[in-house]
């Protein structure tokens, strides 16, 4: 583990710890921070959408909100897409600037439709 990524498995314990959760929080927090150990294929599928955009000039805020919403919009959460969208957008109206919900929406949304089968 890099040492971000035990910094924060060692937060989550030391948080389940001190203010227990359900068995259904903890499993999802403990999938999450999996999942999100390894950013580059989250982080490469975000790239594939932006156009005129690097990651790198993304806000570090928005940048979290987007891998957070594809894992969850990826399946591995149980969360279902459309729900996955939405807490994105909101939290993206919470923390980020002006622009960031229309920002967060347009690029998991681009990812939602790339992903999606034909229907």
Same mark, same amino acid.
């Given at each position: 583990?890099?040492?971000?990524?035990?910094g924060?498995?060692?937060?989550?314990?030391? /948080?389940?710890?001190?203010?227990?959760?359900?068995?259904?929080?903890?499993?999802?927090?403990?999938?999450? #921070?999996?999942? /999100? =150990?390894?950013?580059?294929?989250?982080? =490469?599928?975000?790239?594939?959408?932006?156009?005129?955009?690097t990651?790198?000039r993304?806000?570090?805020?928005?940048?979290?909100?987007?891998?957070?919403?594809?894992?969850?919009?990826?399946?591995? #959460?149980?969360?279902?897409?459309?729900?996955?969208?939405?807490?994105?957008?909101?939290?993206?109206k919470e923390?980020?600037?002006?622009n =960031?919900e229309?920002?967060?929406?347009?690029?998991?949304?681009?990812?939602?439709?790339?992903?999606?089968?034909?229907s």
């Amino acid at each position: 583990m890099k040492g971000g990524e035990a910094g924060a498995a060692a937060e989550l314990e030391t /948080l389940l710890q001190n203010e227990p959760a359900d068995k259904e929080i903890e499993s999802y927090a403990r999938k999450l #921070l999996e999942t /999100l =150990s390894s950013t580059e294929s989250t982080d =490469s599928a975000i790239q594939s959408v932006l156009s005129s955009w690097t990651l790198e000039r993304v806000t570090p805020v928005e940048r979290c909100i987007l891998r957070v919403g594809l894992t969850e919009l990826e399946g591995n #959460l149980g969360v279902p897409p459309i729900v996955a969208i939405d807490e994105a957008i909101r939290l993206s109206k919470e923390f980020g600037t002006k622009n =960031s919900e229309k920002f967060v929406n347009g690029v998991l949304d681009a990812i939602y439709k790339k992903k999606k089968p034909a229907s």
